[in-house]
C-alpha cells in the first residue's frame, strides 16, 4: 500500500523560472521537497490509524516507510510512501481476502451471543479464541454446517446435571444408579470461509491528497530558501 509522488511540470515555463532563481538547485530543491512530503503523508496517515483500528502493538505503526526521491532524475524524480505490510492494501482498497494455500479464514458469529468472541465490530479478537488456538484445546470441534457447505468451529461442553438415586451394596461392589439424562451443549463461534469480503476502512489516499495540499507550498519554499542561503 504505497503512493508515488512525482512532478509534472511545464518546461517552457519551468526554464524561465529556473534561470532566476538558479538552475542548480532546483533538482536538489524538488527532490527534497518529495521527500519530506513522503514523511509528512506517512506522519499523518499514523495519526489517523487509532480512528480507524484498535491497534495490538507497533507492527501497522512502524511499517510505514517512505522512498527517497533523487535528485539525478530530476525532472522525473519521484518519491513513495505507505504501509509495506501486505494486508493493509485490502484495508484502503477493500476487495477478497483468501487464506494462505487454501487455509479456512475463521468470521466471527455475530454478536449478542452468550460466547461473543467479537462482541462488538470495532473490538480485537483476543488471541486465545483465535481459530487455531482453539483447535489445540478440547471442547472445540469443526463440523459440517447445516445449511451450507463451509464448516463452522463449535464450542461443546455437557449440559445437564447427574442425580443419585440410591445404592445398592453387593458383595462384589458398590453400585450407583442415576436418574436425569445428559446432553451437549454446542455453541458456534466461527463461520469457516475459503474467502471474505474486506471493506475499506482507511482512507489513506484522502490523507494523503490532504497533506499535499496544506503542505506542499510550505515545504518546497522552505527547502528552497534553505539551498539558496
Not at 535528485?71 to 494486508?87: E, I, N
Not at 484502503?92 to 455475530?110: D, E, I, Q, R
Not at 474486506?198 to 534553505?226: C, G, M, S, V, W
Request: proline share 4%.
Amino acid at each position: 500500500m504505497t503512493i508515488r509522488f512525482e512532478v509534472k511540470a511545464d518546461f517552457k515555463k519551468l526554464g524561465e523560472w529556473v534561470n532566476l532563481v538558479g538552475g542548480k538547485h532546483i533538482p536538489y530543491v524538488t527532490a527534497k521537497t518529495l521527500t519530506d512530503l513522503a514523511a509528512e503523508v506517512n506522519s499523518a496517515a499514523v495519526k489517523e490509524l487509532g480512528n480507524h483500528f484498535i491497534l495490538r502493538n507497533k507492527y501497522v505503526i512502524r511499517s510505514f516507510r517512505k522512498t527517497m526521491a533523487d535528485k539525478r532524475q530530476w525532472p522525473f524524480c519521484y518519491s513513495q510512501a505507505g504501509s509495506v505490510a501486505s494486508f493493509m492494501e485490502l484495508q484502503v482498497s477493500g476487495g477478497m481476502k483468501t487464506g494462505k494455500n487454501g487455509a479456512w479464514l475463521g468470521v466471527p458469529k455475530a454478536r449478542g451471543t452468550q460466547f461473543a468472541s467479537r462482541p462488538s465490530p470495532s473490538s480485537t479478537i483476543a488471541r486465545p479464541l483465535w481459530v487455531s488456538k482453539l483447535l489445540e484445546r478440547s471442547g472445540y470441534l469443526m463440523v459440517a454446517g447445516k445449511t451450507s457447505q463451509s464448516p463452522i468451529l463449535l464450542k461443546q461442553t455437557r449440559a445437564g446435571k447427574r442425580r443419585n438415586q440410591k445404592h445398592h451394596n453387593t458383595a462384589s461392589r458398590k453400585r450407583t444408579h442415576h436418574t436425569g439424562k445428559r446432553g451437549w451443549k454446542r455453541e458456534t463461534l466461527y463461520i469457516m470461509r475459503k474467502d471474505v469480503r474486506i471493506p475499506a476502512r482507511f482512507p489513506f489516499e484522502d490523507i494523503a491528497k490532504r497533506t499535499i495540499e496544506q503542505r506542499y507550498e510550505e515545504i518546497f519554499k522552505r527547502n528552497l530558501n534553505d539551498s539558496l542561503s
